[in-house]
């Protein structure tokens, strides 16, 4: 086990850096410079004046070729330094760590409402397949799933100005533990919620035909003995992995969210990095994106071998 996390966490290397070697490169290549885009901002006609453009681009050092410049923001990286945004000249340390565990909180308690709802509504309908409380879930479920979080967000909103009297809609960040995360939390939670519940009907509707399930009924055990003893374990491995993957939807997620709803998070901020092409912040966030799918997969490989004993088997085996 210990040298499967080691071998995994030397692949994380190369991954990362090819995927901030690209992210990097659109930052380079694509369109909008941002030292033009703040003189744009700025009032007067010093936008238009070349020689200070180039002087602030030579000062942040974006003038450099492409591997030179790579090469230093990974050396600057390696050193704890993410450098300064180019907007507002703040430290992006200082900016990512007020805005992640806002992004971290809303993302750790939709993961566990997705857990806590979807697990046990996918188990009730894979035990009662093709009856009327199986169409109904499986058509929340669907329904859940055809709405996305930026239509979801804004509607919800919307609504809410309509029916909530002045100043009593939910907006902005209290904690956790502050009635406002539940609007935002519920529009995070829909797919994911949808995803994991039809993943766990399709695992129970396959452990149900298996013979040790069948036998457990043919001796009179309880049907709620025979889900949580027979079937609930071995259907938590394939809905595990599921949960590991839809960390990349309740991150993409995220951004729509948290700026419908005022949320400080690194959803809002990477909106606003975005238009002003501030390329530290961006490639500050992407770096920690990153560095939470692979954690998410990572965490899903060590639970394995507790929810079914023959996958750290097979793995010590190859």
Known sequence: MFAHILRRLALWVPSVLLVMLAVYA???????????????RAPGDVAYDPT????????????????????S?????????????????RSVWKMISAAAPVSLSLGLCAMIVTALVAIPLGMIAGMRQNSRL?????????????????????????????????GAVPYGWGGVFDLRILL????????PIALILRQTRAAVIEVMSEDYVRSA???????????LRHILRPVLTP??????????????????????????????LTVQALI???????????????????????????????????AAGSREAR
């Open 26 to 40: 659109l930052a380079f290549y694509g369109a909008g410079d941002p030292i033009k885009l703040i003189f744009l």
């Open 52 to 71: 200070k453009i180039e002087a602030i681009r030579e000062q942040a050092g974006l003038n450099r070729p492409f591997l030179v410049q790579f090469g």
């Open 73 to 89: 923001y990974i050396w600057n990286l390696l050193h704890g330094n993410f450098g300064n945004s180019l907007s507002s000249g």
């Open 134 to 166: 199986d169409y109904i879930i499986l058509g929340t479920a669907v329904t859940l799933w055809a709405i996305p979080a930026y239509v979801a967000g804004p509607l919800l909103m919307v609504l809410l100005i309509m029916v909530l009297p002045e």
């Open 184 to 191: 935002p939390l519920t529009v995070l939670s829909f797919q």
């Open 217 to 227: 009924r043919a001796k009179g055990v309880p049907e709620h003995m025979v889900a």
């Open 239 to 268: 809905v595990v992995t599921q949960l590991g993957l839809i960390m990349i939807t309740i991150v993409n997620g995220a951004i729509f969210v948290e700026l419908v709803f005022g949320l400080p998070g690194l959803g809002r």
């Open 276 to 310: 002003n092409s501030d390329f530290p912040v961006i490639l500050a966030i992407t770096l920690i994106g990153s560095f939470l799918v692979m954690a998410s997969n990572l965490l899903v490989d060590l639970l394995y071998p507790l929810l079914d004993p023959r």
